[in-house]
């Protein structure tokens, strides 16, 4: 008798869907499937495990039972007919000795309704409908009575369309005898209190039904442990062994100069370093003096001078005729970048017949070809832009140094792409990747292991605290009144509108409908600096503007002729007005925690006492939703973005937090950072043991976990 929960069916062809050629296709289907969800290897279908358990080992009376549980009856059919109204459907009334309960099927194959004749033992698992008519089941999955009852608890795993759960359960008994299940994890080395891993994966995929649902749900169960720990292992291993893959690779070593580049940048600064942008500058040093390539992470939070850094790294690279690569994910950014690199290294440079050189993709076929000239002679010490920075046509002469601002913007073939271009050297550059958002420490540990961590801890003086306070959008009014008596005072205003993804139209609207809003508002107000007190300008920024037109009004807010800038979230990064006090983020509900700390750098960054509004707007309910609330709260808070981070990672979870792309690292699936400190903790001491006195054995624990998901683990 077929179980008639195995596959949707479709009403329409009750009987075709039994042919042999339709069973073929389905079981191809599946395959594809199971290739889609990386269930290629033996190994791989072992280590897909179930999301929760079903419990058929009991068979439950219905005088026990009660309303809403999901229990399995078994018992004789006393009736069974179609019945037509309300519509189609095969009804079927099932009596266990103690009372009955009514089946309805609403799709169902001539094959079943035989099966489940007046007469017919039958056993029947769904969920249990009261009712005033007494006992029903819709749709509930049926066996004769006369089969086994399973002795461990059926696992319930995560699948796709066209995978259907029978499949997959097969498909695990198939693989697990076969399996490379060997121990990897070398003898007195096991991790406490977990079990041998061809035993865990047994029972985490056939639970006895004696064992504690609770210990399964939470991963505490031995068996758990087990496979929370092999999968840290496997982490560490991949990532330490790139550290030593990458230890074994050559590049220039960059020594500082006595009177060189970087103490005459250092002397021609308007400001003294801070102590920790001092103390990271060493760490950079050191790392580019040895002819190792450095693999670095600056962690800083915005406005933490991060630019400087990066520049007195350059001025290492160029003062030996090396040649220095900065990539920014934004126009806007790279273009900010490129100005300030100027500034400061231009005067330096030009003596020495060097230039810095600006590539982006919406730069003039001219100007473009000038520039690749520049790169391939070697004139351009420093090159500085978007991703047009990685395009195959760009050459470098002597690429020693590359720089990549805002990193987990960019993925990593483009880390790999920026690496690559001093490929014909023979040498590798020294990476330094740049971001603003902190990583929590053990999630540092965890996925960024290959890399080496500077942070810096400290903002310039002369940083005004910033004073933020969340309202709903119903006080907009007010929050026009407080950009008056800002622009009042001479001061700058950002206004930032969400960008709404799935409907690009929908955004500019609102940008649009805001900035007109505003301009109408603000119409006539003088007292923006300037002697001739024009009147104040409201200036739009949106995505889809052309890279003109985004200049020319970003040129107008940073030269002080415009009082508020209305955008969408293209200032995001890197944008620096010191003379702008006033943020307003209109739905601050729709942003992430970080993007919002992010947002709120913007400010703050000149002497002025500075404020951040964020602005609400309830959803149909006239609440707002838990996790945007606490985000809200944490900014109100705190403006440690370290602080942010720790919040951002509780309310998100890494996954999210990380985003897919942004570590070279595969994302966990079954351990937990916050919870398996301590299994993380055995497997970075058991990495580096293992990888010297068990290599074999370390690479075959990679490979059992890892084979699939190599192509993440270079960058
Ligand atoms: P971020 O780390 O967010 O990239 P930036 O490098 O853009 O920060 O620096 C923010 C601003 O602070 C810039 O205007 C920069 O010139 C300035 N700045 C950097 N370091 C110092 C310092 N030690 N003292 C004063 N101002 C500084
Ligand atoms: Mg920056």
């Known amino acids: 008798m077929p179980k008639t929960g195995a596959a949707p069916v479709k009403e329409k062809s009750p009987s075709k869907a039994t042919g042999r050629s339709d069973a073929a296709s389905a079981a191809s289907a599946a395959q594809k499937a199971m290739a889609k969800l990386g269930l290629v290897r033996d190994i791989d279908i072992a280590l897909h495990l179930p999301m929760r358990y079903e419990d058929e080992t009991r068979v439950t009376r219905l005088a026990d039972a009660r309303e809403g549980d999901t229990v399995q009856i078994e018992g004789e059919v006393t009736a069974c007919e179609v019945a037509y109204r309300p519509r189609r459907q095969l009804v079927v009334t099932l009596n266990d000795g103690t009372d ?35 006992w029903q089941m819709l749709h509930p999955t049926c066996k004769s009575a006369a089969t086994d009852l399973p002795t461990a608890l059926t696992p319930v795993y995560s699948t796709v369309a066209g995978l259907p759960q029978p499949y997959l359960r097969r498909a695990v008994l198939g693989a697990l005898p076969h399996a490379a299940l060997d121990e990897t994890i070398p003898a007195g080395h096991l991790p406490p209190k977990a079990w041998p891993l061809r035993e865990s994966l047994q029972f985490l995929h056939h639970p006895t039904p004696d064992v504690s649902l609770a210990t399964l749900e939470d991963r505490s169960h031995p068996a758990w442990q087990r496979l929370k720990a092999e999968e840290l292992l496997a982490q560490q291993l991949s990532q330490l062994q790139s550290r030593r893959d990458r230890d074994a690779l050559r590049a220039p070593a960059l020594v500082a100069k006595r009177d060189g580049l970087h103490e005459r940048l250092l002397a021609a600064l308007p400001f003294m370093l801070t102590n920790a942008q001092r103390r990271v500058g060493e760490e950079i040093a050191n790392d580019l003096a040895r002819t190792v390539p450095m693999h670095r992470l600056l962690q800083g939070d915005v406005g933490s001078g991060k630019t400087i850094v990066a520049a007195l790294a350059a001025c290492l690279a160029i003062d030996e005729d090396w040649q220095c690569a900065l990539m920014a994910p934004t126009e806007i950014l790279a273009e900010q970048h490129f100005r300030k690199l100027i500034g400061w290294l231009e005067p330096l440079l030009a003596p020495l017949g060097k230039r810095v050189a600006w590539l982006t993709g919406s730069q003039k076929k001219k100007e473009r070809n000038e520039m690749l000239a520049l790169i391939a002679s070697g004139e351009a010490a420093l090159v500085v832009g978007t991703h047009a920075v990685i395009q195959e046509q760009v050459q470098f002469q002597r690429l020693a140094l590359a720089v990549i601002d805002e990193q987990h913007r960019f993925g990593v073939a483009q880390r790999l792409a920026l690496r690559a271009k001093m490929a014909s050297s023979g040498q590798e550059p020294h990476m330094l990747m740049m971001s603003a958002t902190p990583i929590p420490r053990t999630l540092a ?55 709404i993804e799935e409907s690009e139209a929908l955004d500019l609207t609102n940008a649009t409908a805001t900035h007109e809003a505003l301009s109408a508002a603000l119409h006539g107000l003088r007292g923006l600096r300037g002697p001739s007190g024009e009147p104040v300008l409201v200036g739009l920024l949106h995505s889809r503007m052309p890279v003109a037109e985004k200049k020319a009004v970003m040129a107008l807010f940073t030269g002080g002729q415009m009082g508020v800038l209305v955008s969408t979230t293209v200032i995001e990064v890197g944008v620096d007005v010191p003379n702008a006090s006033l943020m307003v983020i209109e739905h601050a509900e729709r942003f992430g925690l970080s993007q919002l700390h992010q947002l709120r750098g913007r400010v703050g960054r000149g002497a002025a006492a500075s404020a951040c509004v964020l602005m609400y707007a309830t959803g149909e309910g006239g609440r707002l939703g838990e996790t945007a609330r606490a985000r809200l709260r944490a900014m109100a808070e705190t ?72 192509e993440y683990l270079k960058a």
């Not at 089946?103 to 969920?127: I, T």
Request: aromatic share 8%.
């Open 639 to 710: 403006q440690d973005g370290f602080e942010i981070a720790r919040r951002d990672l509780e309310i998100r979870g890494p996954g999210e937090f990380l985003g897919a792309r942004q570590s070279g690292a595969p994302l966990l699936r079954f351990a937990d950072l916050t919870e398996d400190a301590s299994l993380l903790q055995w497997a970075r001491e058991l990495a580096p043991l293992m990888l010297d006195a068990h290599p074999d054995l370390a690479q075959r624990h990679v490979a059992r976990w890892l084979a699939t998901r190599a």
């Open 100 to 134: 009955v309960c009514v089946l309805r099927f609403f799709n169902f194959y001539p094959s079943q309704q035989k099966a489940l004749a007046v007469g017919m033992h039958v056993r029947a698992r769904g969920e249990l409908r009261g009712g005033f008519l007494g």
């Open 445 to 499: 540990m965890s996925y960024y292991a290959d890399l080496d961590v500077s942070n810096i801890d400290e903002l310039p003086p002369g940083r005004t605290p910033i004073v933020t306070r969340v309202v709903a959008d119903s006080r907009r009014d007010e929050v026009v009144e407080r950009i008056r008596a800002q622009i009042g005072q001479g001061r700058q205003v950002y206004w930032v509108c969400p960008l």
